[in-house]
C-alpha cells in the first residue's frame, strides 16, 4: 500500500491556475486511507468550486496507476475532454501515468510518504523507503531506514527518551529492534557494522 497524505488546500491552490478541472481519484490505497475515494473527492470538488474554479466532472479510477486503455476512461468521463487540467487524488505514480496518458497538466492533489501495509483494518505506515537495497532480515523485520527518523543503520542514537525519539515523539525505532531480534534469538546482528547504502541502486532504468 501508497501511504499518501492530503496536500493542504491552500497550496492546490497555489499551484492550480488552470480553471476548468476535472478530478480523479484513486479507488485502491487513496481510497481505502480515506484520501482520495469518492467521499474525499466529492469534497475537494465542493472546496473548488468555492474557490471560483470549475470543475468540469470526476471519477474514482479503480487503480490510478493501473490503466488498461485511456480511450476506456475517456468513453465514460467525457468532461475530461473539456477540463484544463487534471487534479489527481493518488500516489506520485498516478499522477505520472495519467499525465503521460492524458496530454493534459495533473496535479496532485495528495502527498506520497511511503510504502507501508495493511493489515488487520489498521494502516501500518513507512514500512519501506524504496531504497532498492533490502536488508530488512538483518534487522527483524523493521526497516531502519524507514522506521528509524535519522534512518540509522548501526543502532540508536541515544536520543531517545522513554522510548520515544526526540526528533518526533514515534517510538524508537531500534527499541522496537532490538526486542524483535531478541525475540526471534538474533542479537548477534547488532554486532554487524553496516557501511553507507549504494545510491546507485535507487536510480530507475533509462528507457532505451
Request: glycine content about 12%; some cysteine; hydrophobic content about 35%.
Amino acid at each position: 500500500m501508497i501511504i499518501s497524505r492530503q496536500k493542504e488546500f491552500k497550496d492546490i491552490l497555489r499551484m492550480l491556475k488552470e480553471r476548468d478541472i476535472f478530478i480523479i481519484g484513486c479507488g485502491k490505497c487513496a481510497a481505502k486511507l480515506r484520501v482520495g475515494g469518492e467521499p474525499e473527492v466529492l469534497e475537494m470538488s465542493k472546496k473548488l468550486k468555492a474557490a471560483q474554479k470549475n470543475v468540469v466532472g470526476w471519477t474514482v479510477l479503480s487503480s490510478a496507476c493501473s490503466i488498461n486503455s485511456w480511450k476506456e476512461v475517456l468513453s465514460q468521463n467525457p468532461g475530461i475532454k473539456k477540463a484544463e487540467a487534471l487534479l489527481v487524488m493518488s500516489c506520485g505514480g498516478g499522477v505520472s501515468v495519467l499525465s503521460g496518458l492524458s496530454g493534459k497538466p495533473a496535479y496532485p492533489a495528495l502527498d506520497t510518504e511511503s510504502v507501508g501495509g495493511f493489515c488487520r483494518d489498521e494502516v501500518i505506515k513507512e514500512q519501506c523507503s524504496l531504497c532498492g537495497e533490502c536488508i530488512i532480515w538483518m534487522y527483524g523485520g523493521i526497516c531502519p531506514i524507514s522506521r528509524c527518523s535519522k534512518s540509522l543503520l548501526n543502532g540508536p542514537c541515544g536520543g531517545a527518551v522513554d522510548g520515544k525519539c526526540e526528533v518526533d515523539d514515534r517510538t524508537c525505532a531500534w527499541d522496537e529492534i532490538y526486542e524483535r531480534l531478541k525475540t526471534m534469538g538474533k542479537l548477534e546482528y547488532l554486532g554487524i557494522i553496516h557501511l553507507p547504502g549504494d545510491n546507485t541502486k535507487r536510480q530507475r532504468r533509462q528507457r532505451v
